[in-house]
Nanobody
Framework: QVQLVESGGGLVQVGGSLRLSCAAS????????IGWFRQAPGKEREGVSC????????YYTNSVKGRFTISRDNAKNTVYLQMNRLNPEDTAVYFC??????????????????WGKGTLVTVSS
């Protein structure tokens, strides 16, 4: 069956780093764009980053530019989000989701097709 599983979340101190993984099964990730989204308590689900399947173009929301890096390893059917210099505002449940080929729907979450269940990132202050 089609499945996305996020991992790598946890509790980290301010200024620390985490690497999130989004592993796909039941389909080939090569042909899909993958977006990372996050949702903090009381907040809308926010597009964080996206990577296309066509030319590998990457996109970031302004608040994470220079701190987060998205990448993909098609051989492992996995997309990563390296998060550095974390701050309390990064605390959220992080989700990965698919779109067809491009990141045209990102940063809106509503056009994405398949979603993982999320992984919690908590940045202590």
């Amino acid at each position: 069956q089609v499945q996305l599983v996020e991992s790598g979340g946890g509790l980290v101190q301010v200024g620390g780093s985490l690497r999130l993984s989004c592993a796909a099964s039941g389909f080939t990730l090569d042909y899909y764009a993958i977006g990372w989204f996050r949702q903090a308590p009381g907040k809308e689900r926010e597009g964080v980053s996206c990577i296309s399947s066509t030319d590998g173009s990457t996109y970031y929301t302004n608040s994470v530019k220079g701190r987060f890096t998205i990448s993909r390893d098609n051989a492992k059917n996995t997309v990563y989000l390296q998060m550095n210099r974390l701050n309390p505002e990064d605390t959220a449940v992080y989700f990965c989701a698919t779109d067809w080929a491009s990141c045209s729907d990102w940063p809106s979450p509503y056009g994405m097709d398949y979603w993982g269940k999320g992984t919690l990132v908590t940045v202590s202050s």
